[in-house]
């Protein structure tokens, strides 16, 4: 559950990129201690600096009243390279709990059969991907969305996954290929208008770097109003032969461009 710290609103004298060390309340407003704030918990924040800004979470410790900084987005682009003059004020405000999602991008691509999310922060536990979309092109049943990792197009992934067509079930098993290839499925160009294949896609662990990759799987595509073949779901796993950590996934069509409405987002875990 959601836990807001209320009124919190401290300044700060830290300069540089790093941990901040909170200061006094702002009069009116209280602490993160005052407002129940507890060491070794995580909360989202706010810092301003004239104009700058810059939103992420971090972790909080009472005794020094050192504040960590992961971000999330900001002004600049980057961490705020907070300097020695001007007044910085730092704005706590909910507690984020393991398992919290943080949305790291969302795309809507449109003319391109390739969705691409790149320099992919490390400090998250896993990744989760969320795609809706059809494709401009492809043929019954569907257009297939692979994935890659790191550019990395070698016979390094193993697939298993099982697949309901309309009511016939089977298993689709490949080894040694050069992505997932079946990672998400979406209908194709003639599929009944408006109809849409949702997919959901799980890494597990992927900034550790001892350690294969793998992750979940799930998709449905609803290709025609009737019940029949073009309407697949299916449900997996796969595996990346590879120790490296993830910063880059290539999400790529069999078929076509992504149509106008298709949009892909990528979250870290905690």
Do not use: C, H
């Amino acid at each position: 559950m959601l836990q807001f710290l209320n009124r919190v609103k401290m300044d700060t004298s830290t300069t540089g990129t790093g941990t901040i060390t909170l200061g006094s309340a702002v009069s009116t407003f209280q602490t993160v201690t005052s407002a129940g704030g507890v060491t070794g918990d995580t909360y989202r924040y706010l810092i301003e600096n004239d104009t700058d800004w810059e939103i992420g979470y971090g972790v909080y410790t009472s005794a020094s009243q050192a504040f960590t900084r992961v971000l999330e987005q900001s002004s600049t682009g980057s961490l705020l390279n907070l300097p020695a003059s001007g007044t910085t004020w730092a704005i706590i405000q909910s507690k984020l709990d393991a398992g919290a999602l943080v949305l790291i991008q969302t795309q809507t691509p449109t003319g391109t059969g390739v969705v691409t999310f790149l320099n992919i922060p490390q400090y998250y536990t896993n990744l989760l991907i969320t795609g809706a979309g059809r494709s401009t092109a492809g043929s019954s049943p569907g257009v297939n969305v692979a994935m890659t990792f790191n550019s990395d197009t070698g016979s390094n992934y193993d697939i298993m996954q099982w697949q309901l067509a309309n009511a016939t079930g089977g298993t689709n098993s490949q080894a040694a290929q050069a992505s997932v290839t079946s990672a998400g499925f979406i209908p194709w160009s003639a599929a009944t208008t408006g109809n849409v294949g949702s997919f959901r896609i799980e890494v597990i662990n992927y900034s550790q770097t001892t350690l294969f990759k793998g992750g979940l799987t799930q998709a449905a595509s609803i290709g025609a109003t009737t019940i029949g073949a073009s309407n697949i779901a299916r449900s997996g796993g796969f595996l990346w032969r590879s120790a490296t950590a993830i910063s880059r996934v290539d999400l790529t069509l069999s078929a076509g461009n992504w149509d106008s409405g298709s949009q892909i987002s990528l979250y870290g875990v905690l």
